[in-house]
T-cell receptor, first 113, second 115 residues
Framework: DAKTTQPPSMDCAEGRAANLPCNHS???????VYWYRQIHSQGPQYIIH???NNETNEMASLIITEDRKSSTLILPHATLRDTAVYYC??????????????FGTGTRLTIIP | DAGVIQSPRHEVTEMGQEVTLRCKPI?????LFWYRQTMMRGLELLIY????????DSGMPEDRFSAKMPNASFSTLKIQPSEPRDSAVYFC?????????????FGQGTRLTVV
């Protein structure tokens, strides 16, 4: 699976959009980009995933560049509850049900009141 | 569904004792993952199962660690004998692939302290 690179930490003002970048320059054609977050002392939580098209759900938007070598997770209106470690993961489904979900070091996002 | 249930939530044990962590995945899910999290090493994948079969145990640190999944609704992670360096939070997660999505759901974790 492709390796990802994320900044170790970021700050964002409450109410503003938080943009979290991720580099995955070695991504291959059949690998998906997943984002999870981990709020302090809790288990990680799925946010969103995509292959090559931009995706949006109730939590966030995912923008993947045309060459797929990088992506950005956008939290449109950050709140204090969004303070967490955010993980970008590139995942290659081997076959149904056998995806090896491994986490890097992530980005520690702090929302400033 | 109550989500992924782990027990106990906290465990304190003496070095050399056997420790068993338990996990009940979400009903209908066919993949189960065990993770260990420490400040130094982050979130490490120890082992994962698909349809109750261990698929990849390359993350299991050594022979003192073993994991089983006797049926679709129960898994255990055992450490025997335990050592202080095993102190960590252990997470269990389960997933079911639906289309291209393999969203994994995590339990609340077991905080293990070995003294």
């Amino acid at each position: 699976d492709a390796k990802t690179t994320q900044p170790p930490s970021m700050d964002c003002a409450e109410g503003r959009a938080a943009n979290l970048p991720c580099n995955h320059s070695t991504i291959s054609g059949n690998e998906y980009v997943y984002w999870y977050r981990q709020i302090h002392s809790q288990g990680p939580q799925y946010i969103i995933h995509g292959l090559k098209n931009n995706e949006t759900n109730e939590m966030a938007s995912l923008i993947i560049t045309e060459d797929r070598k990088s992506s950005t997770l956008i939290l449109p209106h950050a709140t204090l509850r969004d303070t967490a470690v955010y993980y970008c993961i590139v995942l290659r489904p081997i076959f149904a049900g056998n995806e090896k979900l491994t986490f890097g070091t992530g980005t520690r996002l702090t929302i400033i009141p | 569904d109550a989500g992924v249930i782990q027990s106990p939530r906290h465990e304190v044990t003496e070095m050399g004792q056997e420790v068993t962590l338990r996990c009940k995945p979400i009903s209908g899910h066919n993949s189960l993952f065990w993770y260990r999290q420490t400040m130094m090493r982050g979130l490490e994948l120890l082992i994962y199962f698909n349809n109750n079969v261990p698929i990849d145990d390359s993350g299991m640190p050594e022979d003192r660690f073993s994991a089983k999944m006797p049926n679709a609704s129960f898994s255990t992670l055992k450490i025997q004998p335990s050592e202080p360096r095993d102190s960590a939070v252990y997470f269990c997660a389960s997933s079911l692939r639906q289309g291209t999505n393999t969203e994994a759901f995590f339990g609340q974790g077991t905080r293990l302290t070995v003294v």
